[in-house]
């Protein structure tokens, strides 16, 4: 029985497209791709398509793909209407809240102003910290809207830190740790339980 897998694009897709190289899956379709979307294992019995990571989520909820592979980062911001199965320790970075020095957020009274790409990590954050906090949606260089006053502080993904430095941010809290993740879904799961089982056990004993 054929399994479709959707992959995201951009880095997660070449370190994804590695392992599953070196487990000896039949990828060459994936390494030279060109302008292609859609393709073939030919040792496996395998279909495999690139999409952005949130379609990546979507297209595994619909039962388009029957697994994906996806940043934690977008797992967190969606409903979860599919099984997160397997942590890849791809992409490794971690969420984080940061702010200009001297203003420390979490000593402010009244209400806070946060920006960031990412709403839902950032309120079920401060929520848990019983904090009045006004999200503002980012889809840019986040890190500007607080050198120009637009907010108090941000919620971002750090990796090494560099770009908060180099426009003189601080990290104040780090919230969770982030990576790439396997998920399911749950129709697929039970339909197509040994072909997904052999594919998570192949993956997992190569990472």
Do not use: Q, W
Not at 53 to 65: F, M, Q, R
Not at 157 to 183: H, P, Q, W, Y
Request: proline fraction near 1%; aromatic fraction near 6%; include cysteine.
């Amino acid at each position: 029985m054929t399994i479709s897998i959707a992959l995201t694009k951009g880095r997660l897709e070449k370190d994804t497209v590695k392992i599953l190289e070196k487990i000896g899956y039949g990828i060459d379709e994936l390494k030279n791709k060109g302008r292609k979307l859609v393709f073939k294992d030919n040792k496996k019995d395998i279909e495999y398509f690139l999409v952005k990571s949130k379609d990546s989520i979507t297209y595994v909820e619909h039962g388009v793909a029957d697994i994906g592979i996806v940043g934690k980062d977008t797992l967190l911001e969606s409903e979860k209407e599919y099984f997160e199965v397997l942590d890849l320790n791809l992409g490794k970075c971690k969420f984080i809240v940061a702010s200009l020095p001297n203003n420390n957020i979490y000593e402010k009274v009244g209400s806070l102003k946060i920006g960031t790409k990412y709403p839902k990590v950032a309120r079920d954050y401060f929520e848990k910290l019983k904090m009045d906090v006004e999200i503002i949606k980012i889809e840019g260089s986040v890190e500007l809207a607080p050198i120009l006053n637009l907010c108090d502080g941000i919620v971002d993904i750090m990796e090494t830190g560099t770009t908060l430095k180099e426009n003189g941010l601080i990290v104040l809290d780090s919230i969770c740790d982030i990576s790439a993740r396997v998920i399911v879904n749950k129709a697929s799961f039970k339909l197509k339980s040994k072909e997904i089982k052999e594919f998570l056990n192949d993956i997992r004993e190569e990472i």
